[in-house]
């Protein structure tokens, strides 16, 4: 408030309303190989449907990652996927050379300006799927539009558009039809199915429907269709890119223009590098919102994709890290506990990260046929599933919150001594139990110190306490360190704890925000200190359950006391 310099009443408001905002605990992230959609770029899903629609459905190559991403779906609805393949190719209208596009960035930046001398199209994305794809076009001066094979999709032959006639150029001819066709039947499974179409688009650049939105065919086929980039203006249309106002007629042509798109190359067999890079993507914790990351165990290099996940969430503080044994640990092993005990023991201790017993055998609806995947997708959903069911700091294990779906058996069912070996060695095992199915029976952290954050539950909850009280103490930022500021953040931070607390997340906190840890040494070199003290609630791991006979005339009073 400014001083008054004469008698007047100013007016000022103060918003004291702030509180401590909710935040995401249950948003995934995964990289790997897939047959279709955008490379090197973060993809956010929200169900099985979607993982299909935006990188394809799987074949022997990418079934391996495809199943593991799809499990985290099965109960969580958020995952960011990025795809991890930079070999493969983009199929084109020249039908031969393939081009690496690898996203809509990199076609902007580098392929929209007719620098490439591949033909008009391009596929979308990279892949061999894309050599399925056929783009047919039309113009005003077809010999016979009923003869075309795709006119039943369109009301009418293309002649002028209104736009153009609005501009009194109503011989302008510079309408198009455009069918995007799956020749071969590799998308849909039946040869000649036209995949979209898109009709009465312009050749001018200028021209625009009724509500404004252009309707130059290059910029509608970039915007909307799901198969296909623009490239060039065919030669027997060219003139086609140019204004309404410089053609009185557009070039037309009295045949169907058509290209079968070819080259397209698949790389379902990333190196190391390759997916280690793409998990890079998902590592920024200010750009990328992520709490559940996971891989899949059987990419070449597991240990390092493994280490590479742990690094991200040591790094970022926010997400955790789930991890699974090769496959070959468990598939087929003679002494399954003894291999995937010495895989965990090579790996960081951290709390950040967890790691489960076996592979599982699942249903790949896609190709009809089981295959083994690792379990790291479905460790990580139980975590998501955790937090819509109750709260992130609840542990995902037992018979209550960590029963795993769509399991047809394991890969290695452990005994008794078997989880005792693997339990003291960091693993959570995954057990299989006569009428309450597959079960996660442990929730560890891959911390070897005894200590409370050696236990998922706890880890989660500091994850987000943190990330929740981080986010409301920026409010503070800028502000005077005194008493007023100190006791606005208490009161911003202790409601939100008290919350947590009837909850169930701790049994006790507290605050300390005041001039004893902010004196005058913190205060002039412009820092701002709060110590969040808190207990955190623990998980049962262990029952015992002492059974007594007494004799009958016994009171129990005098045996077990009031």
Known sequence: MAFQVSPGVDINEIDASNVVPAVSTSIGGFAGAFNWGPVSEVVTLGSENELVTKFGSPDDNTAKYFLVAASFLKYGNALKVVRASTGNKNATADGSTGQ????????????STNSLSVGNWVAKYPGVLGNSLKVSMVSQGITSFAGWTYSAN????????????????TSANDELHIAVIDEDGAISGIPGTVLETFGFLSQAVDAKDSSGTSLFYKDVINAKSKWIWWLKH???????????????????????????????????????GEVSSA??????????????????????????????????????????AFVSPPLEDTVGSASPAADVKTFVDGLTSTSYASCDSTALYVYDKYNDVYRFIGASGHMAGLCANTDNVADSWFSPAGVNRGQLLGITKLAFNPTKADRDTLYKARVNPIVSMPGQGTILFGDKTLLKRPSAFDRINVRRLFITL????????????????????????????????RDVKGRRGLTDFLVVCDNTNNDSQIVDSNRFVADLFIKPSKSINFITLNFIATRSGVEFSEIAGS
């Open 466 to 497: 943190e990330k929740a009280i981080s986010t409301a103490a920026e409010a503070q930022l800028f502000e005077f360190n005194d008493e007023f500021t100190r006791a606005q953040f208490r009161n911003l931070v202790e409601p939100f704890l």
């Open 154 to 169: 369109f009301d009418s032959a293309p002649t002028t558009s209104d736009y153009a006639a609005g501009l009194g150029k």
């Open 100 to 111: 690496l596009i690898k996203n809509e960035t990199d076609y902007d930046n580098n392929f």
């Open 279 to 320: 998990y890079d993507l998902l590592a920024d914790s200010a750009t990328v919102d992520i709490n559940l990351l996971f891989g899949t165990p059987d990419a070449n290099g597991a240990e390092t994709i493994a280490e590479k996940l742990i690094t991200i969430a040591k790094t970022r503080k926010d997400c955790m």
């Open 234 to 272: 065919d030669t027997s249309l060219s003139d086609a890119g140019e204004t309404v106002a410089a053609n009185t007629s557009f070039t037309t042509n009295s045949a169907a223009i058509e290209s079968s798109l070819g080259g397209g190359t698949d790389d379902n067999a990333p190196t190391t």
